[in-house]
Each structure stands twice: as structure tokens, then as C-alpha cells.
């Protein structure tokens, strides 16, 4: 889906850190570093000291880094896309592989459960890929994509960007659905769903998942599929990040050609009601083959505001004008950029270069229809702030993603209209307060017209109540998961499933 091109073509949202390249095997120390022991802290908020041993230990076991707050690259690693999220681990462990996984795993267990984050691409929108005082797991130095074009397989390893796989495997043009911006981590995108520009023709990440490896928090190996360790494979595909480190994906591809037609139509922001209009009729009728987001967004400084259609169209290239003349219909725009082109290039277009320039605040929630009312209310109490830049879009259901049962997966919203999300973002070091408030007022608004919420899009202030009511039906098979694989809540920073035992 096409949040993250919303975000930056048209109200110029946070940017994502640079990918860092691969360093030499071990930390660089400082000449005159000596072990001595750190204070942490625990998941459940303990305060623990880890000893100089232990981490002279840790870091002899790991093939890859272990650093601490005076390394080099420890700041580099620490931050992610959102610099409000501006945490201090007590250590960041940067495994090269597996192995290193467990060590790392191990480690935060057997040190009174260490508080663990996760990072691949840096992407969480509520924050939890980094944390204070525990450990975060940076799996930026744990990528390779393998593709397989006589079997159609491509295998995955768990730090790996989707750019990377878009990359290897367009080029027997062959593609499995995998997000919008090409430096998003597999991880995070897969573990919770995984939409994308080819999602309403092929489905979810997660439908076209073939197998996992997982390493559990007793720090074992699993190899995971719908014939070994059932339960788990149905609890990674959409239960995030709660039940392990997956370190190795298998997906299945699918054949298309190279060329699809992208690009955005762009009109001015008087006529977001009647765009809104055309897309909530016209979304349930456009083949599978069509890709439709809209936007409505205000930039900062004052600037004329747009509403803003955003499509990819992957079927033949001579369907394409066919399938987009109804939303052709809304009027003459002010810029349009609709055109044949790479897929590995449309997959980039949303890719922010700006490495740090805003924050962003978000809400988000699925929608199961856009009936009148949710329009007047959008439209209505829309207003923007020389201050930031503000925004509200869609990314379209239905397709393939709509035809896999609600139980055949921990993702349980199949019957999702949209995804509708509200963004608000401003330059960093300014005070965001007023923004974020304004951003809370305008969504109680429309909150009432969703039904759950995509757990990539969980916002820092969900709370757990809303996590288990996201979850419906499939929740207290999670929580069974969950007591089974993480029965003392290791893996914590995510949509939390709390475990029972």
C-alpha cells in the first residue's frame, strides 16, 4: 500500500536512517576500554546489573558487534526512522547470523529477561525497534536475498530490506507482495501482515509464506511451515513480533512483468470531497490487477493543500487506462504522473532521502466501509498548521487479501475496506505537543467509523485492551502460542499478546 509515498510526495514525512554498511567482525574498542559492569533494566522494569564478565562473555561468543554507549556506531544503530524515539540501550547486539541470534537471545534471558527490542529496518511506528536501558537485537547486518526462478522460491534472511528482494527477484521477473518503501525490514513488514502495490492480486505477505526459521526465547531453533510447528507458522503470520526472531524467510513468487503503470494523480484540495466520493464507490469494483490509495494533505508554511490519487496497475499494460478512466472522471488535474515503469523503480518512489528531518505522529484504524458520514468528517474538521504537515489516506483492501479466512492466519481483518491514517509531522526539535494534540481531537472524529487497527501502524499509547480486541477471535490462540513459545514475555516491544502462565 502506498502510506509511505503519501507521506513523502505529499506532506513530506519523517525519513528513514541511511542502511549502514557491513563493518569488521568485532567492536571497535576503545584502547583503553576495560569490562566493567552496566545497569539495565528488565522487561517488566527491574533494574539489573549486568557484570563485566557477562559482557566480556557475550561479546567473545558473538561473531558480530556488541556495542556499548562509547562505540563506534552505537548511535548510528540505536536510532531508527522517527527521531522522537530517541532511546539509549544499555547494548545492541549485531548479529551476521543465526547463531549469533541465540547467543543474543540467550543473553537477555539468562540476564533477568533483559528489556529486548528488535530492529531491521527501523520502521515501528510506536518506537519499540529501539528501547532505554535494555537490549536492542539490530539485525542491519543479517541480509541476504536468494531466489530460486525454477522453483519460484525466494529465501529471505531475517535483517534483510524488501528493496533487496524486489531487486533479486524482478529480475527473473518474478514478485512476491512486500510492502511500499524499499528500505522497510522483511521482518517487522512480514511478521504483521505485509501489504503492498501487488497485495489485492496476490495477498499478503503472509499468504504467500512457504516456511520461517525461528529462534524462540529459550534461544532455540525452529524451523516453521504448515507441516512442522503448525501453531507457531500460524502465529508469525500477523502476530509481529511476539513469539521469536525469525532469521530466514522462504516465499513463494509469482510471474509479472517488469513494466506496471504507477504514478499519481493530483488535484487541489476543494475537490478531496468529492475524491473521496469516487473512491468509495469506485474502490469495491477496480480489478485485482489495480492498486488505489488516496490522499488528503495540507503542507507547512501555508501552502495550497491536494487530494491526491496514487495507483499501480500490474495487469496488462493495454488494461491499464481502462481500469483508471472512473477515477479519471474526477477532473483536470493539477499533476500527473501516471506512466509505465520499472517495478523496482515505483517501489522505490516513496523512499525518503532526508535522514532525519521530522517527527511524525500517527493514527491509524481499519475501516470496513467509507460511508457518507466518515467523508463529511474527514473534510469537515480538516485543517492544517504552518507548523507541520498534515494528512489523511487510505490504502485500499479487499482483492486476494479478502479471500483468505479470518482463522487461516493470526491476521483475523480480511474484510477491511481500508486502512485509514491520520499523520501529522513536524521539524525536529520543535515542539510537537500542539500537533499531536491536534492529531488526537480530529481522530476522535473518526475513530468511531474503524474496526481494529494494522499492528505495523501500533501507535505508542495502544493499550492492551486494544491490542486483544484487534486481535478478536484469534487472540486466545495467540495467548496459547504465546504461553507455549514466550511463556515470561521476552519478546515484549510489539502489539503485546500477554502470555497467562
Not at 366 to 375: E, H, Q, Y
Not at 408 to 432: E, H, K, Y
Amino acid at each position: 500500500m502506498q502510506r509511505r509515498t503519501f507521506l513523502r510526495s505529499t506532506v513530506a514525512a519523517a525519513a528513514a536512517l541511511s542502511v549502514p554498511g557491513r563493518t569488521a567482525r568485532r567492536s571497535v574498542f576503545h584502547a583503553d576500554w576495560q569490562p566493567q559492569e552496566l545497569s539495565a533494566v528488565t522487561g517488566d522494569g527491574r533494574p539489573v546489573t549486568l557484570t563485566a564478565k557477562s559482557i566480556a562473555d557475550f561479546r567473545a561468543a558473538m561473531r558480530g558487534r556488541v556495542l556499548l554507549a562509547a562505540d563506534a556506531g552505537y548511535d548510528d544503530a540505536r536510532r531508527i526512522l522517527n527521531p522522537s524515539f530517541d532511546k539509549r540501550p544499555a547494548l545492541i547486539a549485531q548479529p551476521t547470523g543465526t547463531a549469533d541470534v541465540r547467543t543474543a537471545v540467550d543473553f537477555a534471558r539468562d540476564n533477568g529477561g533483559l528489556l529486548l527490542a528488535v530492529k531491521c529496518g527501523g520502521h515501528s511506528a510506536s518506537g519499540q525497534s529501539t528501547c532505554d536501558r535494555g537490549m536492542q537485537i539490530d539485525l542491519s547486518h543479517f541480509r541476504d536475498v536468494r531466489v530460486d526462478p525454477v522453483a519460484r522460491r525466494a529465501r529471505v534472511t531475517g535483517g534483510s530490506l524488501l528493496g533487496q528482494l524486489d531487486h533479486e527477484a524482478m529480475a527473473y521477473e518474478l514478485v512476491t507482495p512486500m510492502g511500499t518503501v524499499s528500505h522497510t525490514g522483511v521482518g517487522g513488514l512480514v511478521t504483521g501482515g505485509g501489504f503492498g502495490r501487488v497485495a489485492r492480486r496476490f495477498g499478503l505477505s503472509i499468504d504467500n509464506l512457504v516456511s520461517v526459521d525461528v529462534v524462540t526465547a529459550d534461544g532455540e531453533f525452529k524451523r516453521v511451515s504448515e507441516s512442522e510447528n503448525a501453531d507457531l507458522f500460524w502465529g508469525v503470520r500477523g502476530g509481529g513480533g511476539n513469539f521469536g526472531i525469525v532469521t530466514s524467510f522462504e516465499f513463494r513468487l509469482h510471474p509479472m512483468q517488469r513494466r506496471v503503470v504507477a504514478g499519481q494523480l493530483v488535484f487541489p484540495i476543494a475537490m478531496a470531497r468529492d475524491g473521496l466520493r469516487l473512491f468509495a464507490e469506485y474502490a469495491r469494483q477496480i480489478p485485482d490487477e489495480l492498486d488505489l490509495s488516496c490522499a488528503v494533505s495540507l503542507p507547512p508554511g501555508g501552502r495550497p493543500g491536494i487530494f491526491a490519487f496514487a495507483v499501480c496497475y500490474s495487469g496488462p499494460e493495454s488494461g491499464a487506462e481502462r481500469a483508471l478512466a472512473p477515477i479519471r472522471r474526477l477532473g483536470t488535474p493539477v499533476a500527473d504522473t501516471i506512466a509505465a515503469m520499472d517495478y523496482v523503480a515505483v517501489q522505490r518512489s516513496g523512499d525518503v532521502t532526508d535522514p532525519r528531518a521530522q517527527a511524525v505522529y500517527l493514527k491509524s484504524g481499519f475501516i470496513p466501509s467509507m460511508p457518507a458520514d466518515l467523508v463529511a468528517a474527514i473534510v469537515d474538521r480538516f485543517e492544517g498548521n504552518a507548523g507541520r504537515s498534515t494528512a489523511v489516506f487510505f490504502q485500499l483492501g479487499g482483492g486476494a487479501i479478502g479471500r483468505v479466512a479470518p482463522d487461516a492466519t493470526a491476521f483475523v481483518q480480511r474484510d477491511i475496506f481500508a486502512n485509514m491514517l491520520c499523520s501529522v509531522a513536524w521539524p525536529f526539535g520543535t515542539d510537537g505537543s500542539p500537533h499531536m494534540q491536534w492529531a488526537r481531537q480530529y481522530w476522535s472524529g473518526l475513530e468511531k467509523f474503524t474496526s481494529g487497527f494494522y499492528v505495523n501502524d501500533l501507535e505508542m499509547d495502544a493499550t492492551g485492551a486494544a491490542v486483544q480486541a484487534n486481535y478478536r477471535q484469534n487472540h486466545a490462540r495467540l495467548v496459547t502460542i504465546k504461553n507455549k513459545y514466550d511463556p515470561k514475555n521476552l519478546f515484549r516491544l510489539n502489539a503485546n499478546v500477554k502470555p497467562t502462565v
